[in-house]
C-alpha cells in the first residue's frame, strides 16, 4: 500500500473512534482505542515506536518514541489540546525527518469534528 491509502485509512480509522468517543478523553485513551480500530481493520502498527537521533556519527538510542508507527510507513501523532501548535507540527516532521520517512498524521482528537483535527505533514526528504 502506498502512503496515501494508509492515510486514508488510518483516518477512517480515527474518524471511527472519534465518533464513537467524542472529545474530552485523554490522549492514552484515544491511543488505545485507535489501536484497538486497528486491529479490527487489519491494519499493521508498531505503538510508541522508538526512534534514534543521530548527529555527526552521534547515535542517541530510543531518544524519542513515535506514538504509532502505521504499516512502516506513515507515522501518526496523537494530540488532545485545544489547539495545534507550531511545536507540534515540528515534532512529527522532525520524525518524519529522524527516520526518512515521508508522510506523517497529527490527529487532535479534542475537537468537535475529526476532521477539523487532521494534519497531513509532509517530508520532502
Known sequence: MNANT????????????HRF??????????HQCLLKEFDLRD???????????????????TAYRMDILVENTLIVELKVTDKV?????????????????????L???????LKDGVKRIVNNL
Not at 501548535?85 to 498524521?105: D, I, N, W
Not at 490527529?107 to 469534528?113: K, T
Request: glycine fraction near 8%; charge should be negative; proline fraction near 6%.
Open 6 to 17: 494508509i492515510s486514508h485509512d488510518v483516518i477512517g480509522a480515527a474518524i471511527e473512534v
Open 21 to 30: 468517543l467524542g472529545p474530552g478523553l485523554l490522549e492514552t485513551v484515544y
Open 43 to 61: 491494519i499493521r502498527y508498531i505503538s510508541e515506536s522508538p526512534i534514534k537521533a543521530k548527529y555527526k556519527g552521534l547515535e542517541f538510542d
Open 85 to 105: 501548535l507550531p511545536v507540534h507540527e515540528a515534532q512529527l516532521l522532525s520524525y518524519l525527518r529522524l527516520t526518512e520517512r515521508r508522510l506523517g498524521l
Open 107 to 113: 490527529l487532535n482528537f479534542n475537537v468537535p469534528v
